[in-house]
């Protein structure tokens, strides 16, 4: 049914499919909307595009597959992004897109250049460093982070409301505030 696969199909090959990241080489601009479900969850909608992959699996060449797939109303992927997908090693036209969320975490990695395998790996560097930087006498502006964080803003100094008020009360003496907008700025200053 317009690019969603068969349950039957889904069912073989999250049996006995084999596991892969595809690059998707074009992908059509549009397609048929597919709601199912209520109409007015955007989750409930997926669209079928025809959509040209090059499949990448570990242990075999790749190979090219020009089908209609569905993918979800607000996650349509474009030319150039890895999607995961099943596949039949006896007939590579039995192919679907594997949502499954390890799938798609892999896909994510993969799309940016890491080895899934290293994960842990780096987290632990990345906690080895911020123990470092806690160590260090007086620690460093930017240190102890981990990498790809961005610290958060430091809070902005209260003013004084003695000061604050003492320079309404001089703008109000200029002439340079009415005396409602002295009383409204007070009010602020008081949080009242």
Do not use: C
């Not at 994960?119 to 560097?125: A, D, F, K, P």
């Not at 911020?130 to 502006?141: D, E, K, L, S």
């Amino acid at each position: 049914m317009l690019g969603k696969p068969s349950k039957k199909l889904k069912k073989e090959l999250q049996e006995s499919g084999k596991r892969a990241n595809a690059t998707i080489i074009e992908i059509a601009e549009k397609g048929m909307a597919v709601t199912r479900g209520a109409d007015n969850v955007v989750a409930n909608t997926e669209i079928a595009l025809k959509t040209h992959l090059r499949v990448q699996p570990d242990d075999e060449p790749e190979f090219e597959v020009k089908k209609r797939f569905s993918f979800p109303q607000m996650a349509v992927p474009g030319a150039g992004q890895t999607v995961p997908v099943l596949y039949d090693p006896q007939d590579h036209d039995k192919i679907i897109v594997d949502y499954t969320p390890e799938a798609q975490q892999g896909a994510a990695f993969a799309a940016a250049g890491i080895d899934p395998n290293q994960i842990s790996q780096l987290m632990e560097q990345a906690q080895q460093m911020q123990a470092q930087a806690g160590q260090m006498p007086g620690g460093m502006p930017g240190m102890g982070q981990v990498p790809g964080m961005t610290p958060p803003a430091p809070a902005q100094p209260q003013a004084d409301p003695v000061e604050q008020l003492e320079k309404l009360a001089k703008l109000k003496e200029s002439g340079a505030l009415t005396d409602a907008e002295f009383e409204a700025e007070k009010a602020k200053i008081l949080g009242n």
